[in-house]
């Protein structure tokens, strides 16, 4: 029995959770596999409440699962950075989660915004416990002339390259081609570093096609060509802002998912779709669930139940190339109940 710590957070990350949960039960079912989940009430309702995102020794509790699937946190009234910093990103890290795996495919019947997108398939490895998103830094002298912020970006000879050596295992393993997004004119210190560090891995791996590409020219590149990338490493920031934009690239952020990995599964793994609490859609039963749902799937992957993980991703293959399973966001008609029901008849059991 393996078990699953259950953080639904705010607005539609509780819906497109219950959606998860409800394939999930669909699935373990026809697959005979044995889940046990608890559900944690962690949130910026808890916030308002008790004053804490989550109770003192919440990550303790959380560290015997098997693994976290987390839903999104943030409401209006609650800073950003106190949801954030009081939950998700201690998660993240604490849990050294330095992987964070976010696969975009256009899908049959979806179809891109872009014109002539062609097939698309592709992987944005983020690196998701350093970098751009570190605590080092401060607000100084507010509301004065000289008031100021500052960031420090920390990154770590060991933290690039385990993040370059699980991207080019992975590209190793599909079609052998690694991008890798810096900002290599040295005008941003740190990455000339990462170039570096990633020349140093590749060698390695000599089977491995790897390509370097400034940032900003590879955001205009992957609405040009989606379809030429196999395996994109970035670091924290840049990951980010590639995932949400090849989530738009691929039709909507609705159905991105992300998986949260410690691959040396000291600690557990945490799986959530890109995108967040969406207060301007939240209890209208309008949100996409895929995002959830192929994360529930990365997540019975990473519990070591491929066949059922494959039979998810099918049936939301199939379920998105039937209007019929398309929610709003990708101009379909269902409303997220239904978006789950052709989720569940796809389910093939094998
Ligand atoms: P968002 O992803 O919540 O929403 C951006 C836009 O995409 C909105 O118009 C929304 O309606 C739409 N959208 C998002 N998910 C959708 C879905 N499943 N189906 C249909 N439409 C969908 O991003 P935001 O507006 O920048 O952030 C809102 C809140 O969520 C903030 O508090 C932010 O901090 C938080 N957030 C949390 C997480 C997380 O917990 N992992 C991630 C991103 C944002
Ligand atoms: C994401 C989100 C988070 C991030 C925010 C909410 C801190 O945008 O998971 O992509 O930047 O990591
Ligand atoms: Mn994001």
Redesign the pocket.
């Known amino acids: 029995m393996q078990r699953i710590a259950v953080l639904p957070?705010d607005?539609?990350?509780t819906e497109?959770t219950a959606a998860a949960r409800t394939v999930l039960d669909a699935v373990t079912r026809r697959h005979g596999i044995e889940l046990a989940y608890d559900d944690f009430d962690w949130s910026c309702r808890r916030y308002l409440e008790h004053g804490a995102m989550m109770p003192d020794g919440g990550l303790e509790q959380l560290r015997p699962y098997d693994a976290i699937l987390?839903g999104?946190?943030?409401?209006p009234g609650v800073p950003?950075h106190v949801?954030?910093w009081g939950l998700?990103i201690p998660i993240r890290r604490t849990f050294r989660q330095y992987v964070n795996l976010r696969p975009i495919r256009v899908f049959e019947g979806v179809g891109s915004p872009l014109r002539d997108a062609g097939a698309v398939d592709f992987v944005v490895v983020r690196e998701n416990v350093e970098g751009e998103y570190s605590e080092i830094g401060g607000r100084f002298n507010r509301g004065f002339p000289d008031e100021m912020a500052v960031q420090e970006s920390v990154f770590t000879r060991a933290g690039v390259s385990r993040i370059a050596d699980y991207a080019l295992t992975l590209a190793r393993g599909r079609r052998s081609y690694l991008t890798w997004a810096t900002k290599s004119n040295g005008i941003v210190h740190t990455m000339p570093f990462w170039d570096e560090v990633l020349a140093e891995r590749a060698a390695a791996f000599p089977d491995v096609r790897t390509d370097r590409e400034h940032i900003d020219a590879l955001a205009a590149k992957l609405v040009l060509q989606p379809g030429r990338f196999d395996v994109i490493v970035a670091s924290n920031l840049f990951g980010d802002i590639l995932s949400d934009l090849a989530a738009a690239v691929a039709g909507?952020?609705?159905i991105a998912p992300s998986a949260n990995l410690d691959p040396t599964r000291t600690f557990p793994s945490m799986f959530?779709?890109v995108?967040?609490?969406?207060?301007?859609?939240a209890g209208q039963g309008?949100?996409?669930p895929v995002?959830a749902i192929w994360s529930a799937a990365l997540m019975l992957e990473h519990l070591g139940h491929p066949a059922a993980a494959a039979d998810v991703l099918r049936a939301v293959e199939r379920s998105l190339a039937d209007p019929a399973g398309r929610?709003r966001?990708l101009g379909g008609e269902a409303d997220t109940a239904a978006a789950v029901r052709a989720v569940v008849g796809h389910l093939s059991g094998s």
């Not at 999104?72 to 409401?75: E, I, K, L, R, T």
């Not at 995108?275 to 859609?281: V, Y």
């Open positions: 957070g607005g539609i990350g497109v987390l999104a946190v943030g409401w950003d949801s954030l998700l909507s952020i609705g959530e779709p995108h967040g609490s969406a207060p301007d859609i309008l949100a996409n995002g929610t966001d």
